[in-house]
Nanobody
Framework: QVQLVESGGGLVQSGGSLRLSCAAS????????IGWFRQAPGKEREGVSC????????YYAESVKGRFTISGDNAKNTLYLQMNSLKPEDTAVYYC????????????????WGEGTLVTVSS
């Protein structure tokens, strides 16, 4: 049974940093396309960053390039999202998601989802 559990969210001041973790079970992390998505109040869920299992390529949304870094620890079967220089517009619930056949970092294409962790950035 595939399970994804996020942690690491919280309240941080603008310019601060957080590291999100996603513990995966029921599958091997590097055999799936996997990534981070977020949903702010009143907005659609959007892809933040994803890793393709096909070629290891990494996608970042334009809004987070240079500030966020995605990484995985295969030994721990855990995905991370290091978020630096946080802005109030980064406030959202952040979700970890996985898919067996990865094509794009698009929420409609993902199969398995965690429950999410809330990130709040104060100005």
């Amino acid at each position: 049974q595939v399970q994804l559990v996020e942690s690491g969210g919280g309240l941080v001041q603008s310019g601060g940093s957080l590291r999100l973790s996603c513990a995966a079970s029921g599958f091997t992390l590097d055999h799936y396309g996997i990534g981070w998505f977020r949903q702010a109040p009143g907005k659609e869920r959007e892809g933040v960053s994803c890793i393709s299992d096909n070629d290891g390529s990494i996608y970042y949304a334009e809004s987070v390039k240079g500030r966020f870094t995605i990484s995985g620890d295969n030994a721990k079967n855990t995905l991370y999202l290091q978020m630096n220089s946080l802005k109030p517009e980064d406030t959202a619930v952040y979700y970890c998601a996985a898919v067996r056949t990865y094509r794009h970092c698009d929420y409609e294409g993902m199969e398995f989802w965690g429950e999410g962790t809330l990130v709040t950035v104060s100005s």
